[in-house]
């Protein structure tokens, strides 16, 4: 049986497509599930042209965004990302001014910053060093390092961005922050404008990059800016890999100025088999997953955020795309 | 120049020796400079002979509790030890009943919790899984646990369990207890009493072990309870080994019913090389280093003691020798 909003909601019935490379059907069925009945799968480029007519709201991944410039997709009024980050769809010249782009918001901070301090902490407390000790049964104490004495550096004071701060401070860390808006200054001990990158990077121990691909982020973390880093430090990406200059931080990771680099994105994704970031003793690859879409996740923002639309109401998660997040 | 407190203070200088394996003559410099000038150090148990005659206090790690018995230990009036476990101390039978014994509290919780969550994070995160991956080249994206979704349950509500305890909230997991004197039962949300071992380590995800060893608290995690543990659960003992009944840890860790067994203290210590636990694949061995007694922490907490014990006021972290903690 339906709920009372699903079934005032069934007046609507508005044509969706979702598209994802692996687990469209699986969305398409739950979002069934709450009375949507006009709802087609795509998995692949061809699938989506063929379905993409009429189509008025598309909640997509990895979205051929070569498509936007075709008939086919000109019914479109909504777009839904299931990331966070759309710098895709917000590049992409075919993508008419009148569509609505919206990007899930709220939904990964739990789960990045678990992952961010997953690696602190195996950092920190040099878990690799207990391990090698116990492989030749060997009783070697040693004193770890404290988070609580050590400085964060949160670049981007959004959710993802709040959530690390949040856990920085059960850890008594001492908190610095970036933030491109200004927003959410508060949070943190020292805030910094993206005009002071370097002397942001100069102080801080750890360096997490939780930011938006945009025109003014792209490779923003340069030469320059590990140069300047503490001897020693670690840099954390979540963000994209194209806020960092992958030729630059290869560099660098060469010398032993950073401790080292934890890397869950990259320039080029899947991170082609020949890059040497694969086999650096001091960078640690993870395949883009320390913030996963998870249907159920994204599929109850999804219908909150359909409900708001269904009543002409202010979308979640509307991106500026001038702003580029 | 010393400080108007230490000048005082310099009235009573009484005679303390400091005992330690490794760093006793870093602890008796750092205690000189106080003020404090009747301070010898001795790092085996032939010189704590030597030196005890006469002596009012003992700051000690790992003493030779035999002393106690003979005619040179009778002038001890206090004995702070440099740790936070007293078992050693609480059961030499040779201790007389008069000397005052305290133990260091508030100092290792941050250290402790640290470790705590690094492990946590390592195994929900599955780092093991990343690395490997890496050292194929192989992008192979998984979802990992969030602990936000996973119960912890934390045996021993004292300074160190209640820092797990504050770690864990900003995780969102939730929080179970087992406390010894019912007290602090408003940290968590369900909270046991030691006759509800078996119910308690039944319902957790991970289970944290930070009680103090005593007669009640020696072995009590047996085969009953760890049988009694959610299949694929994770036991942690930062406590002390003689909590566990390790001969049955090492048999249910020979099955799968328990994906891990983190482990920084072992009934005998250091854990004899030939040891099972040393290579068993679902083992973390640490050797006993997760709360390290630091110098500068222990001493700041011996010389605020001593004021006190100067001035004839109740001294912080006396222990109660019949509870043994």
Not at 142 to 167: D, H, M, N, P, Y
Not at 284 to 308: C, E, Q, Y
Not at 315 to 323: F, I, P, S, T
């Amino acid at each position: 049986m339906l709920g009372g909003a699903d079934v005032t909601l069934r007046k609507f019935n508005p044509k969706i497509l979702v598209y994802s490379p692996q687990e469209a059907e699986e969305y398409a069925e739950m979002i069934r599930g709450h009375g949507y009945t006009a709802v087609t799968a795509a998995s692949t480029p061809d699938e989506a042209e063929q379905h993409l007519p009429g189509t008025e709201i598309l909640l997509c991944w990895q979205f051929p965004t070569y498509l936007f410039a075709t008939q086919a997709a000109q019914s479109v009024r909504w777009i839904q990302s299931m990331g966070a980050g759309v710098d895709d769809l917000v590049s992409a010249a075919a993508l008419p001014r009148h569509v609505v782009l919206t990007r899930i918001v709220g939904q990964f901070g739990a789960a990045i910053a678990e992952y961010v301090f997953a690696y602190l902490l195996f950092l920190a407390k040099d878990i690799t060093r207990s391990r090698e000790a116990q492989k030749r049964h060997n009783w070697d104490p040693f004193i770890a390092q404290l988070l609580s004495e050590e400085t964060i550096g949160v670049a981007g004071l959004g959710s993802i961005g709040g959530e690390i701060v949040r856990k920085a401070r059960a850890f008594d860390m001492a908190v610095h922050g970036l933030s491109l808006s200004g927003k959410q200054a508060d949070l943190v001990d020292r805030i910094y404008r993206p005009s002071e990158w370097e002397k942001f990077a100069s102080e801080v121990d750890y360096l997490v990059l939780t930011l938006p691909l945009t025109a003014t982020t792209r490779r923003v973390v340069d030469k320059k800016v590990l140069s300047a880093m503490k001897p020693g430090a670690c840099l954390v990406n979540v963000g994209r890999g194209q806020l960092v200059a992958e030729d630059d931080l290869i560099e660098i990771l060469h010398t032993d100025h950073l401790r080292a680099a934890v890397l869950d994105v990259f320039e080029r994704e899947p991170l082609p088999p020949d890059n040497p970031l694969w086999s650096m003793p001091n960078v640690f690859v993870t395949p883009h997953s320390s913030g996963p879409s998870t249907p159920k996740g994204v599929t109850r923002f999804f219908i909150d955020n359909l409900a708001r639309f269904c009543e002409g109401k202010a979308l979640e998660g509307a991106v500026n795309r001038e702003r580029g997040y």
